[in-house]
């Protein structure tokens, strides 16, 4: 369970970018995690709360996900398709034979804010 390192990087990340613009707290952050990363989103969900309690100027923030789909290009018949949906599996000619096109991500995608008003 990979998931839990890397959101601590994310949740570490998030905290030291808010520091160093002077941010005083995170409404939000969003994680872009790819079909194909390796990554299961739940256990972000699950472990989120846990991994934010040391973080003072995350402790309110929402986790935010994307989940981009798995993209596959056949290099026998060139159809383009959801590599999940179809086992690896061209749905047209049957070929396993496939470039990865996306989905294989895992970006700290958006950092949300409330600006403080200025006196």
Known sequence: ???ISVLVK???LAEQTAEDNGIEEI???????GELSGYLPVFFEKYFPIVVEHHPRLQKAELRMITPRGEGLCLNCSAIYNVMECQGVCPKCGSRSKKILGGQQFLLKEIGYEETPSA
């Open 1 to 3: 369970m990979h998931e």
């Open 10 to 12: 994310a949740v570490e």
């Open 27 to 33: 409404s939000y952050i969003t994680l872009e995690v």
